[in-house]
C-alpha cells in the first residue's frame, strides 16, 4: 500500500526575486533559483518532508530532461521517468521584496503527441499496484484530448488503486466522469470547470472570504455529486470546503506569516493524503475532518517559506495540533 504521484506536465521552476514588478520596464534580478515543478513534484516534495515515502512518476522531455532529473536526484525525490519528445517548460515565478507579492507565468510547453500520451499511461499504471493511493497532480501537456486526464484516472482503477485528481480545468470536467476517489481544485479551477470559463489568470485577490466560503461549498457538493466520492475546494487564505454526500464541511486557514502561497494547494493535498493512508495502512476508516485539517496545517506551513512543497514536518505538526486535528503525530512517523 504504496503513495504514488504522477505529474503529467513538469516544469523547471525559475523564481526570480526583484524589488519590485513594474512592467514595461528593464530590471535587474536580485537572485534566481532554478528547481524541478509541477502540482506533483511539489506535492512529492511536500510528503518526503513529513516522512512519507512516495514514488514520482513523470513524461520527460528529451531535450533537457537529464537535467530535469538531477535536480530531482539533488533532492532525493525516487523518481521514475518516461521519455518523450520535446522539452521541459518554464514557469517564471517573480518574488517582490518591497511587498511579498507573489506573481506566476505559466508556460504552455511542449504539445505531445496523442500516442506518447497512451505510452506513458501505460507506463504509470505497469507501476501502481492493487490499493495505492495514486495522485494525479497538475496540468496535462498541451495539445492532449479533454478525456486524456480520465484514462489516466481509469487506468490507475483498473489496476484496484485509489486515485486523488488535482488537474486543471480542461480535463478535470472530463475526468470527473472517470470517478476518481478525491478531487481537489482551488475554486478558481472548480468554477472554470463548471462554467467553461477563461483559465488564463487566477487571481486570489479578488476572494472575499465571506462569498468565497458560500461558493466553494457549493462548488464542493456539485463536485461529490459528479464523481460520487470527496471534492475538496481550496479557497485560499480563507479555507477549504469538503463534500462526499455524507459529510460536509469547511475549515478555516490559520493565519501564518506568508512569505509565498505558490504550491500551498500541493501541501494541502499531500498533508490530506498523509492522513489518508495512514489511516488505511492502520486498517481504520478514514477520518476525512481529520484528513482535510492536516491538509490545511500543511498548506498553512508551506506558505511560511519560499520553496514549493516546502513543508517543515513540526511546523505543520504544530499548527495541526492549534487546529485540534486529532492524532497528527503518528502520520509519517517511523
Known sequence: MAIVVVNPNP?????????????????RTLEVEVTAGGKGVNVARALRALQVPVTLIAPVGRDDGQRYQR????????????????????????????????????????RLPEAEWDAFVEFATDRVQSDDL????????????????????RACHARGAR???????????????????????NIHEAHAAWTSADTSVFD???????STRAEAMELADRCAEKTTHMACVTAGSAGVAFSNGDERGWIDAPSVDVVS????????????????????ESGRDVDWVAAVGFGVACASASCEVVRAGGVERSRALHIAAEMGVAEVEAVGAR
Open 261 to 280: 502561497a505558490v504550491g500551498a494547494g500541493d501541501s494541502f493535498v499531500a498533508g490530506l493524503a498523509a492522513r489518508w493512508h495512514h489511516d488505511l
Open 134 to 153: 495514486v495522485l494525479v497532480m497538475g496540468s496535462l501537456p498541451a495539445g492532449l484530448p479533454d478525456d486524456a486526464a480520465a484514462r489516466l484516472v
Open 71 to 110: 535536480l530531482l536526484s539533488e533532492e532525493g525525490a525516487d523518481v521514475e521517468a518516461f521519455e518523450v519528445s520535446g522539452f521541459v517548460r518554464i514557469a517564471s515565478i517573480y518574488r517582490e521584496s518591497a511587498s511579498h507579492r507573489v506573481t506566476v507565468v505559466n508556460d504552455a510547453g511542449h
Open 204 to 210: 486570489d485577490s479578488t476572494l472575499d472570504d465571506a
Open 11 to 27: 516544469v523547471f521552476d525559475r523564481t526570480i526575486a526583484v524589488e519590485r514588478l513594474i512592467p514595461g520596464t528593464v530590471m
Open 163 to 185: 486515485v486523488i485528481l488535482d488537474t486543471a480545468p480542461t480535463w478535470l470536467a472530463s475526468a470527473m466522469s472517470a470517478h476518481p476517489d478525491l478531487v481537489a481544485p
